[in-house]
């Protein structure tokens, strides 16, 4: 039987064709190991810290790639078929990178990744924009494809090269109140 730790060493070469220089080899090294160290500490009913505080986000941002590396284990192909886009959407460095920085920022988002095998499966297609050439991160990507599933919002990149879709960034959608007209 093999232990957590070797099933995400195992998954190593899988996660390097998405690593395009020697700086996010080391990079993804560095996180690999933090994650190997962590895996077997993690709780089963973790709870997410709710607060504002730098602790607060450390502990989030860990919970977030605590989540991506279990789930890279349990999934060695990293992709789901998508029915609205019609299409696998791949899960790459890129995808833990963009969504650890932004949806740490709220419990709200952070809860939601949680959920990514059934974001990245219903999510429908809601907006088509170009990706952002000044942007290093988009880089790779020649179109930005905006997805919603309930309140979560799902940005996936068309990457070219490839002719993939990657799954690039989840975070919990704002819903603003609605005022009553009072009639």
Known sequence: MKSAG???RSNIILFLDALPSQ???????????QIIGNYHHKQPNMEIPTGSSPEDLKARKQIIADFYAQ????????KIWNRSLNA??????ISLNETKGQAS???ESTKAV?????????????????????D??????????????????????HQTSKDEYVQYCITAKKVKNKVSLGR
């Open 6 to 8: 070797n099933e995400i």
């Open 23 to 33: 700086r996010e080899y080391y990079l993804f090294d560095i996180w690999l190991l």
């Open 71 to 78: 789930w890279n284990a349990e999934h060695p192909d990293k």
């Open 88 to 93: 696998f959407i791949h899960v790459k460095y």
């Open 105 to 107: 920022v709220s419990y």
């Open 114 to 134: 949680l959920k990514l095998t059934d974001i990245l499966e219903k999510a429908v297609v809601f907006n088509i924009k170009p990706a952002k050439k000044n």
């Open 136 to 157: 290093k991160n988009q880089k790779a990507f020649d179109q930005m494809i905006f997805m919603y599933y309930n309140s979560i919002r799902m940005l996936v990149g």
